[in-house]
C-alpha cells in the first residue's frame, strides 16, 4: 500500500544491533558452562571423554575472547559479515565439542538454538537461514558420526534410535521455529521503533513550525514601538538640522531604514506576541489549515461542517495542537494523493463527540490489508496505482502509522473504511467511492473553554 510518509528513508541498520562485548561475555558464560560439564562428567559420572581435545576446543573459544578482548574496543559493533563469522565460529566450536561428547546422545546439544537465534535477532534474515542452514547440517552429520559416551567400565551410553531421531528432529524444529518466530518479533519490533522515531520527527518539526510563528509575531510586536520612536525623533531632528544638508540627508536615511524595518515586520507577523488565543481555533479553521498545503495540488477540497445529533448549532472551538493539525494533515495528503478529483472534509459535532471525516474517490484501501491499516511498514499495494502515481513513497505505511499515532495521542479514535464495495463495476460506484478515515475525538478532550485566549501578552526575555 502506497500510503506512506515522504522524506523519511528507513534503512535496515539491524547489522549494527549487537556489540562485540556482548557477545564476549555470552561466549565466557559458554565457557565456563562448558567446563564445568566436562569437569562434572568425567569426576562425578565418570565417563571417559577425550579430555585433551576438549579442553582444545574450550580453549579456541578463551583465546578467540582474549584476542577480541584486546584488539577491538568494548563498544565495536559488529557488521553483518563479522557478526556472521562470530556466531559460525561458535556453531563450529560447539559442533566440535559434542562430536567429542556423544553426538545428540549429549543433552546439552540443544544449546545449538542459541547462535541462531542470536542472529535471528539481530542479523538479516538471509543470513539466519545461512547459520540456521549450517546448524541443520552440522547436527545430522554428528547425529550419525560422534564419538560415543563411554564410561569406564565400557558401557556405552546410546539412546534408543527412535529418541535419537526424535531429538535430532526437535533440534530441526526448534532451529526453524526459534530462527523464524525470533526474526519476526525482532522485525516488528525494529519497525516499531523507526515509525516511532519518524513520528517524533514529525511532532518535533510541526511544533517548530508553531513555535517560529509565534517568535516572529513576537518580534514583530515588540519591536514595532522602538521603530516607531525612531521614526518620530528622526522626523523632528530633520526638522531641526535644515541648515545642514549632509546631517539632515543621513537622518532621513535612518527613517527610511526604520520604515523598511516596519514594513519587514509587518510581512512577517501581525499577530502580536504569540497571543495565547492562537492556542485556539474553531474547528473548521484547524481543519481547513491541515489541509492548506495540499488545496491547489490539482484536487477539489470540498469542506463542510455541522451539528448533528443534538450538537449547538455554534461551531466548537478546540485546542490548535500540533498533533492534530500534522495527522490531518497527513491523512488529508493521502486523500489527495489517490483521489481521483475529489476529496470531501466533513467536520461534525455532537453534544459528545468532534468528528472529522476524510474520504476519496480514489480506489480505496486494498482489502487484503486494510485491517492492518496503521501499523508501520504495510507494504502490499496497489500494483496498477502506486509506482506509477506516487514513485517517491516506499508503500509502507509510514504516513497512516505517523497520523494515527498523533492523533491517537491527543484523544482521537480513527476508523478506517472503503466507500464501496471493490467489486463493482466503475458505472455503479458512488460518488463517494475511495478510502474513509474518520477521526473522532471525545469532546472534553479537545474542547477549548475560551479562558486561555484571556490576559495580557506577555514580554520578551531580555
Known sequence: MNRGFPGYDVRDTRSEWVRLRTLIVLRWMAIFGQVAAILVTDLLYHIQLELGLCFLAVGASILTNLVASAVFPSNKRLSEAEALLTLLFDISQLTFLLYLTGGLNNPFALLILAPVTISATALRLRTTVFLGSVAILLMTVIAVYNLP????????????????????????????????YSHRVASEIHSMSEALLAAQMALAREQKLTDLGGVVAAAAHELGTPLATIKLVSTELMDDLRDSPALRDDVRLIRDQADRCRDILRAMGRAGNDDLHLRQAPLAAVVREAADPHIARGKRIIFSDRAVHGGSDRQPT?????????????????????????????????????????????????????????????????????????????????????????????????????????????????????????????????????????????????
Request: some cysteine; aromatic content about 8%.
Open 318 to 462: 478546540i485546542h490548535r495542537q500540533p498533533e492534530i493539525i500534522h495527522g490531518l494533515r497527513n491523512l488529508i495528503q493521502n486523500g489527495v494523493d489517490f483521489a481521483r478529483s475529489t476529496v470531501w472534509v466533513d467536520a461534525e459535532w455532537t453534544d459528545r463527540t468532534i468528528s472529522v471525516r476524510i474520504i476519496d474517490d480514489g480506489p480505496g484501501y486494498p482489502v487484503e490489508v486494510i485491517g492492518r491499516i496503521g501499523d508501520p511498514f504495510v507494504r502490499s499495494r496497489r500494483a496498477d496505482r502506486g509506482p506509477v502515481e506516487r514513485p517517491e513513497y516506499e508503500g509502507m505505511g509510514l504516513g497512516l502509522f505517523i497520523a494515527k499515532t498523533l492523533l491517537e495521542r491527543s484523544g482521537a479514535e480513527l476508523n478506517f473504511a472503503n466507500g464501496a464495495d471493490p467489486f463493482l463495476h466503475a458505472n455503479e460506484l458512488p460518488e463517494r467511492c475511495g478510502a474513509i478515515v474518520e477521526v473522532t475525538w471525545p469532546l472534553e478532550r479537545i474542547l477549548a473553554d475560551g479562558t486561555e485566549a484571556l490576559g495580557q501578552n506577555k514580554p520578551l526575555a531580555t
Open 149 to 180: 559416551l563411554t564410561t569406564r567400565s565400557g558401557a556405552v551410553l546410546l539412546a534408543p534410535g527412535i529418541l535419537g531421531f526424535g531429538f535430532w528432529l526437535a533440534i530441526v524444529i526448534g532451529i526453524a521455529f526459534l530462527g523464524l
